[in-house]
């Protein structure tokens, strides 16, 4: 038999409803609140307040709504209040009843501007510890790596912004000192700057990160503007991850563009083996006269080329050091190599000699290829694919807000949840891992000998054959 149609009249009042009851054992909001203690916050901003006045909201119900504003991946402030009424789970999340009043959106706002950042770096370390005393963070190996986000500005209303050269013009931005005086800029963020990644110009900041290689754990997270060059950034995410995790770097994994001398002389200082490759020039000598091939003569100050003939010293760089020496071209017209081994049309063979090319030659001796191929492939899922995983979950690629104090903030926020998350994956309620984990990191870890095993075998395998075509018939 057909139903009546189904009518609904509003009650004047609900009797045995409850939110606990309503809210599954198996939410992760559940989960988050028993493993994360929000009332921390209390005593850190305790001082910020006055005696007297208007109470504030609390300052951890705050702190859960701005937890929620990244966990659920909400466009902003005001929409995330304006949801809030309707999400029971939410209103459980954040100690509110049924007909309890929600506050405005501008109480956010008004919090973030008088915590400042302190806040919520406090709020990334007491998920990082977590996570470390979960034994999810050996710490060692640490990949390094940054991320482009947009402004909340347009890119096409960026005008020149006069500037005096001082102290906050550093060697940390793109292009020459003189260039910083008309820096182009918008009047609604001026801390955001115009930056190039992969040919894309993005007027924003940039995210950069150190992820442990563990269980890919971000350890450090460093904004700055977009035209801040990624080599510059190396040494402050080493440190950042040492201090903050308490063990010592033994590898930094990055790529070409963290490649650089002063990066391989600050890693040669402090003990860390580098897996970071770096630009490369290609020669238009034929293979048998690179620079290779030249032998430096320390006593005489001078190349000798494999034909015998010598290369004086001709210039020196004042900037960068890099010493020029080169051969008289009617000498090298008499060679037999000449058109081999020279490309100039106006001058002879000439070799660049750097004093700090030595840095280069220690970097790329550290690993062996397999083992730079195996720390580089890790890196694409471990480091790229943290900024992947925040950019599809929690609206990592766009910014909320605009200033660079707010930049700090969110990015902190995101790489705490993403954190958050892995804790809750790998990590055991008693601060131990799960069994499940612990048998997989097994099997990895016998896999990966296995793998180094086939490659010592192959690598013999090949000196056999290296040495038998060798052989004289």
């Known amino acids: 038999m057909l139903g009546k149609p189904k009518t609904t009249e509003p009650k004047l009042f609900y009797h045995g409803v409850s939110l ?47 937890f929620l504003l990244f966990h659920e991946n909400i466009k902003s402030e005001r929409a995330l209040m304006r949801q809030l009424p309707l999400r029971l789970d939410w209103l459980w999340f954040c100690d509110y009843d049924l007909d309890e009043a929600t506050p405005d959106h501008s109480v956010l706002s008004k919090a973030r501007n008088r915590w400042g950042t302190e806040v919520f770096e406090s709020f990334f370390m007491n998920i990082l510890e977590q996570c470390i005393n979960a034994g999810l963070v050996d710490g060692e190996t640490l990949y390094i790596d940054s991320s482009t986000i947009d402004g909340n500005v347009d890119i096409d209303k960026v005008r020149p912004q006069l500037r005096q050269l001082s102290e906050q013009l550093t060697d940390k931005l793109d292009g020459d000192p003189q260039e910083e005086l008309a820096k182009r800029v918008s009047p609604a963020d001026t801390d955001a700057r115009i930056g190039r990644k992969y040919g894309k110009s993005t007027l924003g900041y940039k995210d950069h990160r150190g992820v442990d290689d563990k269980h890919g754990i971000i350890t450090a997270t460093i904004t700055t503007p977009a035209n801040v060059n990624d080599d510059k950034v190396l040494t402050d995410v080493i440190t950042s991850h040492q201090f903050k995790s308490g063990t010592k770097a033994k590898k930094a994994v990055a790529d070409k563009g963290y490649g650089t001398i002063a990066n391989y002389k600050y890693l040669q200082e402090n003990k860390i083996t580098p897996c970071i490759p770096h630009q490369r020039r290609k020669s238009s000598q034929d293979e048998g006269f690179t620079s290779d091939t030249f032998i430096y003569d320390n006593t005489n100050d001078c190349y000798r ?51 700090d090319m030595k840095f280069y030659r220690w970097a790329d001796g550290c690993l062996t290829k397999y083992q730079r191929y195996r720390l580089m492939s890790r890196r694409k899922y471990k480091a790229e694919g943290s900024f992947a995983d925040g950019a599809n979950n929690y609206g990592f690629k766009r910014a909320r807000w605009r200033g660079l104090d707010k930049m700090k903030i969110q990015n902190l926020m995101i790489a705490a949840i993403q954190n958050l998350g892995k804790l809750l994956r790998y990590g055991g309620t008693d601060g131990k891992l799960t069994a499940p984990v612990m048998s997989m990191m097994f099997l990895g870890r016998r896999i990966t000998m296995a793998l180094c095993q086939l490659a010592d075998i192959w690598a013999t395998y090949e000196r056999i054959l290296n040495y038998q075509r060798a052989k004289p018939v």
Request: glycine share 6%; proline share 5%; net charge positive.
């Open 305 to 355: 080329c494999p034909a015998g003939e010598t290369l004086k010293c001709f210039s020196i760089n004042s900037i960068t050091g890099s010493v020029q020496y080169r051969a008289n071209r009617k000498t090298c017209k008499k060679c037999a190599y000449f058109d081999k081994c020279v490309s100039s049309k106006k001058t002879g063979r000439s070799i660049h000699r750097n004093p």
């Open 20 to 66: 606990e009851r309503r809210m599954p054992q198996e939410h992760p909001l559940r989960k988050i609140k028993q493993l994360i203690d929000f009332n921390f916050i209390r005593s850190q901003v305790a001082d910020l307040y006055g005696t007297n006045g208007h109470q504030s909201v609390d300052p951890s119900v705050m702190l859960k709504l701005m």
